[in-house]
């Protein structure tokens, strides 16, 4: 299994910025499509980005488009979630997550890999 670890979460006033890692201790990282995903007390688990093997192409929901840059160093096994403009809405633990099933971004049960999660709060 490939094993993922987030790290970086924090509590930010709105507005503010935060960086999120994803560490990956498995092998083969490379050979996984890598998104992040949120969920908020009570909600469902939403899909946020997801970024190429090679880190050459990103694929953003509508909700963090022009907020949210996901980018990914292969050689050091880590996927980053840059976030900026942070809003309180944007509050929620976010995972890291291995695509492992060819066929649209945003499905979750196409991700068959998870991190812990990491918990984003941002203030009013």
């Known amino acids: 299994q490939v094993q993922l670890v987030e790290s970086g979460g924090g509590l930010v006033q709105a507005g503010g910025s935060l960086r999120l890692s994803c560490a990956a201790s498995a092998r083969q990282f490379s050979s996984y499509p890598m998104g992040w995903f949120r969920q908020a007390p009570g909600k469902e688990r939403e899909f946020v980005g997801v970024?190429?093997?090679?880190?050459?192409?990103?694929y953003y929901a509508d909700s963090v488009k022009g907020r949210f840059t996901i980018s990914r160093d292969n050689a050091k096994n880590t996927v980053y979630l840059q976030m900026n403009s942070l809003k309180p809405v944007d509050t929620a633990v976010y995972f890291c997550?291995?695509?492992?099933?060819?066929?649209?971004?945003?499905?979750?049960?196409?991700?068959?890999?998870w991190g812990q999660g990491t918990q984003v709060t941002v203030s009013s």
């Open positions: 997550a291995a695509k492992v099933v060819s066929g649209s971004d945003d499905y979750l049960a196409h991700y068959s890999y």
């Open positions: 970024i190429g093997t090679r880190g050459r192409t990103t």
